[in-house]
Every structure is written in C-alpha cells, then in structure tokens.
C-alpha cells in the first residue's frame, strides 16, 4: 500500500520523459518550415523506384512523402475545409489525368491555402488538368509530343543520335537577385522532355533557361526539317515557377526524367569536350525541391522599430511625429535556409526600400545594413519628415523573385508644429524692426508716465511769451 | 525521306534519317557556302552582299520599310549538299540579347537554302532596334557538329511616324503597364522653402529709424517742450507711498508682459496682472489726485501772479 503511490510516481516520470523524449526527437527530426507532409501523387507504386533517390532526399530533409495513385477514391487534398498535406508532387501519369481530386481548381485552392505543387511532366502526357492550371497561370505549355533539342549542348555519352538530352547550364549569378538556383556555375543539367513559354507577370519566375540553340519541335511528326518550330532559343524555358500572393509556389518541369535516378547518376558529355562528368542533377533538383517546399527563400521580418534620430531618450514606435522631426527606421530581416534561420543579404545590384507615404510616397529611400546577428540582418536609415502633417506609413514593399514578399505598413500620425515650437521671434532678423518698435512704444509710455506725473510746467517761457 | 510518307511511320524514318546522317558523315560539320544577301527594293536595283562562315558581311546592310532582305545559300554537310533539321536565321538585339528565329527553307537535293526577311517579320521590339545582328545556326541529328555563323549587322530603316506606332506596340509587347518585381526609383521629399528674412543691412537701418523716432521723441519732450522732472520731490513728498508704487506697478506691468514674451504661460501672466492690477489703480487714482491737485494749486498761483 505504502509502495503505491510511489510506483505510481515512478510511473508518471516516464510517461512524462517518455513525452518530453518523443517532443525532443521531434524537435531534432526538425520538421521543414512550412510543414512537412508530402502527397507524391504517381500512378504504378513500382515506378517510385524510378525517383527512389529523390524521394530518399526529401525524406532526409524532415518530409513526410506519401505515395498515392491520382486512381484511389479516398484520395482529397482537403478534409474540413483544411488541407491535408502541406506539399504535392504530381509525377507524369500514365493515363489521361489526375481523376478528380486533383482538378486545377482544386489545385488552386490547396495553393490558396499555402500549399506548395511541384508539377513533373514529360512531352508524351501533358494531362488536360495540368495544361488548364499552366495556361491559369500564364504558362505556355507545347502540345503533345512537342520535344526540346539542341544541337550545341547535348550529350554525346545517352542516345546520341537524338539531342534529346539537353545539358543546361545553372542560370547566371545575378547581382540583383537571389538566385536560389545558381549554385555551382559550371554544372551541367541533363534535361529530357519539353520546353514551355511564360506570359508577362511579376509573379512568373523562370527557373531553367533553354540555352540559345536549343528549339522545340513535334518529335510524332516526320518532318525531315523543323520548318515551324514551336519555340526556340531563351525564349523558352524548362523549369518555371509562380510564386503566388500568399507565397504559396507552383513549380512546372518539363522533364520528369531529369528527376530520375538515371539523371542522377548520368555520366555526360557535351559535344566536343573530351571527358565524360557526372550530372548536377541531383543537387538542382533538391534546391528546386527544396524551393518549391518552402526550405530556401523564405524571407521573415523579425521586427521594426522607427523613432526620433538625435533623441536617445525618445520612445521607440511613437504613434505620432511632427513635421520636419528627424526619424530613423530600422528592419530586421531573416532568411530561412533549409533548417534554420540566417540574416537576410540585399543582393548587391538591388535595394531595400522604406517608403514613407500618405496615397502617394513622400519619400523612396534605401535601408542599409546597420548590423548583423547570428540570425537576422537590421537594415536602416533615417530621414526628414516632410514638412506635410497628416496620416502616414512607413511601409517596406520588397517583393521580389524567388523570394517570399515582404509588405510591412505602420501608420504614423504626423503634426504640425505645436504654437510653442515655431522659431522665437527674436531670432529671425526680418522681425528685429517690429520688436524695437514695441520697445520704443514701452520706453515712450513709460517716459511720458513719468512726465505727466512729475514734469513742471514749463511757466517761464509761456509767461515770456506772453508778456511779449 | 520527305513529309508525305505517312506519320506512322515517322520514328522509322527519323531514324533512318539519323541513320544515313550517321552514316554519310561520321565526323562532319555543318556548313555553307554560295551565301549572299539581297536587299530587293521594289523598283530599284538590288545590292547584293556575299558572305561564308568565315567572313561576315562587313558594314551594316540597311533595311527600309519596303525592302525584302532575301537570304540564300547551300547547306552542306562537309562537302555534300544536305538539310539540316534545324537551320535558322537569328536575329538579334545585342543590347538585350532578344532574339528571334527565322527557319530557313531548305531543299533537300540541292540543299539551296532562303529566308526572306522584311520589316513586317520583326517584332516591334527588333524593328526599333538601332541595330540587329544576324546569325545562321545549322544543325541536325547525328554526329555532324552544329554550327553558328555571323552574318552581319542589319539597320532597320524607319519613318519617325513609323517608329512612333512601333515604339508604342514595342511597350505593349514587353508588358507595358504590368507590375516589374524590382527596385523603384529613389523618391526624397522637396521641402517647401523656409521663410527667408531680408538682408540684415536694410533691417538694420530700419532697426535704427525705429530707435532714433525714440530718441526724436525725447529729444521734443524735454529741449524743445521743456519737459522735466522738477516735480518728483514735490510729489514724493505730498504722496510718498503711492507715487513709487504707481510708477513701480507701471514697470512691473511691462516687465509681466516681457515674461509672456519670454517664457510665461497665460496663467502665470493672469496671476501677476491680479496681485499687479489692483496695486496700480488704487495707488494710481491716488497719484493723479496728488497730480491734480498740484496742478490746480499751479495754476491758482498762476492767476494770482497775473
């Protein structure tokens, strides 16, 4: 009886390390930023083979994958309203579709509620669903069959007889973006599929250029020569992506193959060169996985804090200011980098802009780095406010690609000089004339007070005056 | 080997296509030859530029509204003529690296080879262009290599109501209006000017005027009118207490306003003028009835004098 109570402790302790324990290895198995459960939808079970190391890769990196055919009737992206899985990989199917849980409405919907789609397709099916979605979101896609050759770069080691294997270079270093898909410049990229074209759109990000020889052609069609190429040079992309408003992303490859374990472990050669190099697929095809699943480019802005520049003892986040009051505005910025979160780098050849505006901007100026912490990048700058009283914002409108949008906005009453804040009048030289023209009406008064109350009449001369 | 065999057959034949290419040219290169470009004017003589892989046309070749640029040449593969499946005529803005693609028309026996190029084939982005580099690229299946060739440089010739129509379709073509995700330009605010005071010379001379006006005044009152003081002992001794104090509330008045001017509120120049005011009427009805009654009794002693 005596021992109960006690067992009963002991009991409890290990039902509560036991939790602690499971929270703990939770916590170390760091589930990826923006959730991690997986749909890969592909239609034969047998064919995950295929992609084994890809998926492998995911599921090193925190991802649930979860293998489901587009065929099962319980399959729904939705359950509640809420959605189920946090990302989609649609792998090529072998039949006309999806089926009906994977409509673009429905695909619309799940990105509308932040989930993220990475869509794999290869020349021979381009199901219906996929080509209504890309031409929603302003994506050309290449009829059926339409295949991306080029002459110049592809590889000698695969079927050489057919340049259907393009090796793509890793896009340029851009001084004025992130390009989270840059990487090592002198990777070679095996891509076996279709080409496709973007619409204009700031939302629409190209990911893999086709290199300028290349061109698309109807690979049914037994034209001896492409008389009417459907696309061509680096006009035409491979890899694309739309980041939608909400930050969820879309990502439309045109080869599913690229994917593969074959591409991976590909031994390449360019036409002319004389060694044979392992492709950098697998390394692409995690960062645009990696991208697409919210592990890269997600920018968060920790805090802001805007007060009075030369006053150290002024409040921080003042409601209001007066006109012509010098103020600073600061901005920590984070970026999160597959597990963690690192201070934020404005790319060079860009610019991080605070706006100061009531309807229009009043001013568009550039935030500097003031400091840098293990975690986060504080931007700032200081300005005049102008000299316009009213409701106004501070607002940081940086949006741009391949990065989350950042859009941060914080109202600022700004008044007009209070009646005991104007400059005194004494020290504007134009008023000196009034004010000793007030000092000689008191100096007047004061001395006539004094005449009239003490000055004798001046009889003598009157009496002379007179007597004359 | 041409188009009209039946698509069914088409793998068959690409690869017998690529098969005899194979074959023919194990280590082949693309290339031409007999190359030239026309500009064919209507009406006028047609000039003629040569060009080879090697050598590009030399100068720009200037293309007016009207004119045809007829690009013709034979393909061949090594030494024998051949179609290539891929052969386009590039068409390039250096500045921005757009580029369009012209498939040239090949024959397959000859492999005489033309594309004609005129200003409705450009794109208003091209057209505008002050400049545009054109390119040949061949290339097929196979094992012979592809290549790329300059040709030269074409102007594009335009009438300004012209190149105002196409300035305006070019803006349409690259996205006039949508949003661009970049850096905006740079906004500082203008502040409206301060209010400027005139030069301190001229405020200075007025400064003085206002002063001298006092001096003018004092100088009137006593040389002139015979102003004096003559009558302080008098008066002190007739109102000893309220004389001082009249004149005294007199000063502090003026110097409570002086502290409004300086640094008071309107409350602390209230509470002066109350402890202030009542000190000033009473002594002052009490200094003037002195002041009156010693100028009756002047007066008075005045008449009697008379």
Known sequence: ?468 | MRSTISSGMSSWTLFALAFSSLAAAASGAWTFEDAQAVIAAKGGKAEAYKFSPTKPIKGAINLGPKDILKVSLTVKEDSKVGRPHQAFLLVQEPESKVEAFFPLNVKELSGKAKVDLSHKDLPAFLLTAPSLSLSLVLGSFGQSTASIATIGNVEPLLDPAAKALLEKQKQKDIGEGTVVYRAKDEIRHVFRADPQSPPKIITLVFLLSVLAGLGGLFVVWFPILGGNLSHLPKALKAAPISHPLFFASLLSLEGIFFMYYTQWNLFQTLAGMAVVGPVALFSGSRALREVRARRERESARRCEEK
Request: overall charge neutral; hydrophobic content about 40%.
């Open chain 1, 1 to 468: 009886m005596r021992l109960q109570p006690q067992s009963d402790m002991a009991s409890r302790t290990t039902f509560l390390l036991f939790f602690v324990n499971l929270l703990f290895v939770s916590w170390v198995s760091a589930a990826p930023l923006i959730g991690g459960r997986v749909l890969a939808v592909l239609e034969e079970q047998s064919d995950s083979a295929k992609y084994s190391q890809f998926l492998v890769d995911l599921k090193g990196r925190g991802f649930d994958v979860k293998l489901e055919s587009p065929k099962k009737d319980t399959l729904s992206l939705f359950k509640h309203g809420e959605k189920v899985w946090d990302h989609v990989i649609l792998f090529p199917p072998k039949s006309k579709g999806y089926g009906p849980a994977l409509t673009p409405q429905q695909l619309l919907e799940f990105t509308k509620l932040g989930g993220n789609v990475l869509i794999l397709t290869s020349p021979s099916s381009i199901p219906e669903q996929i080509r209504e979605l890309a031409r929603e979101l302003g994506i050309g896609l290449p009829p059926k069959d339409y295949i991306a050759v080029d002459h110049f770069n592809y590889d000698t080691v695969s079927k050489s007889e057919k340049h259907d294997v393009i090796l793509a270079n890793r896009p340029a270093v851009s001084p004025a973006v992130h390009n989270y898909f840059s990487g090592k410049q002198g990777d070679l990229i095996a891509f076996r599929g279709a080409g496709h074209t973007l619409g204009n759109g700031p939302l629409l990000v190209p990911i893999l250029t086709a290199p300028r020889t290349a061109y698309a052609y109807d690979s049914k069609e037994d034209f001896a020569y492409a008389q009417d190429p459907w696309a061509a040079g680096t006009q035409m992309q491979l890899i694309s992506a739309m980041q939608a408003r909400n930050n969820a992303r879309i990502t439309l490859a045109g080869s599913a193959d690229m994917f593969s374990n074959e591409f991976f472990e590909m031994k390449v050669q360019r036409p002319g060169s004389v060694e044979s190099r392992k492709t950098a697929n697998k390394e692409f095809c995690r960062d645009v996985a990696a991208w697409t699943f919210g592990e890269k480019g997600i920018v968060k802005v920790n805090a802001i804090r805007h007060y009075l520049s030369n006053e150290p003892d002024s409040p921080v986040n003042p409601n209001m200011y007066r006109i012509k009051n010098d103020a600073t505005f600061e901005i920590e910025l984070s970026e999160y980098d597959t597990d963690r979160w690192v201070p934020f780098k404005v790319p060079s050849g860009d610019s991080l802009q605070l706006e100061f505006t009531m309807l229009d901007p009043y001013y568009r100026i550039p935030l500097f780095p003031a400091s840098t912490s293990s975690n986060y990048t504080t931007y700032a700058t200081s300005f005049k406010i102008p000299d316009q009283h009213g409701v106004f914002a501070f607002r940081v409108n940086y949006k741009r690609p391949y990065i989350t949008y950042v859009d941060e906005k914080y109202s600022v009453t700004v008044r007009h000089f209070a009646h005991d804040e104007y400059t005194r009048s004494w020290d504007i030289s134009g008023a000196w004339v009034w004010i000793a023209g007030i000092a000689v009406t008191i100096t007047g008064w004061i001395g006539f007070c004094a005449l009239w109350l003490w000055s004798a009449p001046a009889a003598i001369k009157a009496g002379l005056k007179k007597t004359e």
